[in-house]
């Protein structure tokens, strides 16, 4: 059967107008992008999730779209609040991100997002297992990009949080039932400090070594120089000798003076903002 000349015209008229309705999605995409993004600016929270909504609706493809409402959500998440728009919007930050990475799965900015928030979540109450779900997302950031101090950073700050957690749960148990008690600051029991080791050695050595290379990468990096000495104050639990605990503790009290000498630089030579 042949097609008629005003056939194919009609089709002609008919992808026109449909790439002409495309070419207008996307303008109207990009229009509610920037407006979101000024009003995620001026702390009009609210409004921009409405805008990069919107966006998302006109163009799918707009990634920064998907980014900024992830952002946004997350932004309102409060760790800890268990009320149900508070949970719904960590997790509605979560489907963004994903959404993002399903299909870009090297993009740093959803990876980057994910940990963040699962360590937020995993915070307040404390979840060992969404700790290592967030380390999982850092380590996936130096798959890609192995020279970002960062995702370094974080993983030694998780490892630290999970150890502390365990030495405080350690003593508490052990003050349960002990004759006589330690403080927080006491060296622990020879038994009790073997069996610390035994549980969280790996973990705390995979932090120092972590925020070892964070430092390396970036050698003013002050926040990593106090986690560094938080957590070799646990390792300095799990010493069998007074000298090597000493040595831990030497170590991060030298750490300690070192974040002060670049925290005060820091405030003498500010960077110019930009």
């Known amino acids: 059967m042949q097609r008629k000349p005003h056939t194919y015209f009609v089709l002609a008229v008919v992808l026109v107008s449909a790439a002409a309705g495309t070419g207008c999605d996307k303008l109207r995409a990009r229009d509610k992008l920037n407006k979101g993004v000024q009003a995620y600016k001026a702390n009009q929270t609210d ?10 609706a006109f163009d799918p493809s707009l990634t920064n779209a998907q ?3 992830a952002t946004a959500y997350a932004s309102q998440y409060i760790p800890g609040a268990p009320s149900d728009d ?4 960590g997790n509605q930050a979560m489907q963004e991100w994903q959404e993002v990475l399903s299909k870009d799965p090297s993009n740093l900015n959803a990876i980057d997002g994910i940990g ?3 360590y937020n979540m995993a915070s307040t109450p404390f979840d060992p297992k969404k700790m290592e ?14 020279t970002d101090p960062e995702p370094y950073y974080w993983i030694g700050v998780i490892d630290w949080s999970i150890a502390f957690r365990g030495n405080k749960d350690m003593r508490e148990e052990y003050n349960r039932t002990a004759k006589k008690t330690i403080k927080d600051t006491d060296p622990m029991p020879p038994a009790l400090a073997a069996q610390f080791q035994e549980k969280y050695g790996a973990i705390v050595s995979e932090g120092v070594t972590d925020l070892q290379k964070a430092m390396e990468l970036r050698p003013d990096y002050d926040d990593a120089m106090a986690y560094l000495n938080l957590l070799l104050r646990q390792k300095a639990d799990m010493e069998s ?3 090597a605990r000493e040595a831990d503790i030497k170590q991060a009290d030298d750490l300690v003076d070192k974040v002060k000498a670049i925290k005060q630089k820091k405030m003498e030579n500010p960077e110019p903002s930009s």
């Not at 921009?48 to 909504?53: L, P």
């Not at 508070?86 to 919007?89: A, E, K, Q, S």
């Not at 779900?133 to 192995?146: A, F, G």
């Open 47 to 56: 409004l921009a999730i409405e805008d990069f909504k919107q966006a998302k």
């Open 67 to 69: 980014l900024y409402l």
């Open 86 to 89: 508070n949970v719904r919007m």
């Open 116 to 118: 963040s928030i699962l």
């Open 133 to 146: 779900e967030s380390k999982s997302y850092h380590e996936k950031h130096i798959q890609i990009k192995p």
């Open 241 to 243: 000798t007074p000298e």
